[in-house]
């Protein structure tokens, strides 16, 4: 009975192995298929993902950042970053992932490789079960495009903005019927400076007897009302006298918002010269 006993208790002590084991096997599996996962995931994203430990050495890379030196993942395993895609000997001084690691908190720099090209490198400090730090993720995203298109549009805005500053014209931007900018010639014919009309109502700049006219002429252009851009009016100067101007109006999108664009012509010279005209008239006919 003791033998059948001692058999009867291996029967079910190899039972129980064999279900442990048919355990260990399936979490294993299971184990893989979420690594797998995660790879894949990984391997979709366009940005470069590099896992290093502490000493910089690469330890697992993404599809991305492969591609991007066109080799293997198992040829990129114990090499440095900074050797791979910078040609350097030595870590970069303001290298994101270095200091990612110091201070245990991620860190975002934008910088450019000697090929040309602008990146946006990000580090995050990686830690095990005990919260130390022993590695970190580098995170960097080709940007070169969106660098060339910023610097595309501030040679444009720039070149925009001399035109307006040096016009003939005053020129002023109008938001909210408050004042956003006006430019140098607007300030000369005004007697006003930028800085003492800005954020002010454009209506406390119109000579009093045409403040009605201008407002209503203002509020019915972006009504969406099919009316003239072009009339004539007058500005209040500093000093209380009256300028009679030519006001060209448009509304744009300015960020983001329905903005008038002005355009204002000085007519005092041209309704000096018309007054002479007419007084010259006046004295041929007499």
């Known amino acids: 009975m003791a033998g059948k006993r001692t058999r009867q208790e291996l029967e079910r002590r190899v039972e129980d192995l064999e279900h442990k084991l048919a355990t260990l096997r399936g979490a294993s599996r299971k184990q893989q298929e979420s690594e797998r996962e995660k790879e894949a995931i990984l391997n979709s994203l366009v940005e470069h993902v590099i ?57 975002e720099i934008a910088k450019k490789t000697p090929d040309g090209r602008a990146w946006f490198i990000r580090g995050y400090p990686v830690r095990d079960a005990n919260g130390n730090i022993i590695g970190a993720i580098e995170t960097t995203l ?6 060339r298109a910023e610097e595309a549009l501030k040679g444009s ?62 509020n019915r252009r972006f009504a969406g009302e099919e009316i003239p851009s072009i009339y004539e009016t007058a500005l209040r100067h500093k000093n209380g006298s009256k300028i009679d101007i030519e006001f060209n109006a448009s509304v744009i999108i300015y960020q983001e918002k329905p903005t008038a664009f002005a355009i204002i012509r000085d007519l005092t010279e041209r309704k000096h010269l018309e007054n002479q005209l007419q007084q010259a008239r006046k004295m041929e006919a007499i």
Request: proline share 6%; glycine share 4%; hydrophobic share 30%.
């Open 51 to 107: 896992y290093e430990d502490k000493e910089m050495n690469i330890l697992w890379a993404n599809r991305a950042a492969c591609e991007s030196v066109g080799l293997m993942c198992e040829q990129l395993i114990g090499r440095h970053c900074y050797e791979v895609w910078l040609q350097r000997r030595d870590p970069c001084p303001d290298c994101p992932v270095i200091k990612s690691m110091e201070t245990g908190q991620p860190q």
């Open 142 to 147: 080709e940007i070169t495009e969106q660098k």
């Open 157 to 218: 805005e720039e070149k925009y903005r001399n035109l307006v500053e040096r016009a003939n014209d005053g020129i002023a931007i109008i938001q909210d019927t408050l004042i956003k900018y006006i430019n140098p010639r607007l300030a000369e014919i005004s007697g006003y400076t930028f800085e003492e009309v800005a954020g002010k109502p454009f209506s406390d700049y119109i000579y009093p007897d045409e403040i009605p006219k201008v407002v209503d002429h203002y």
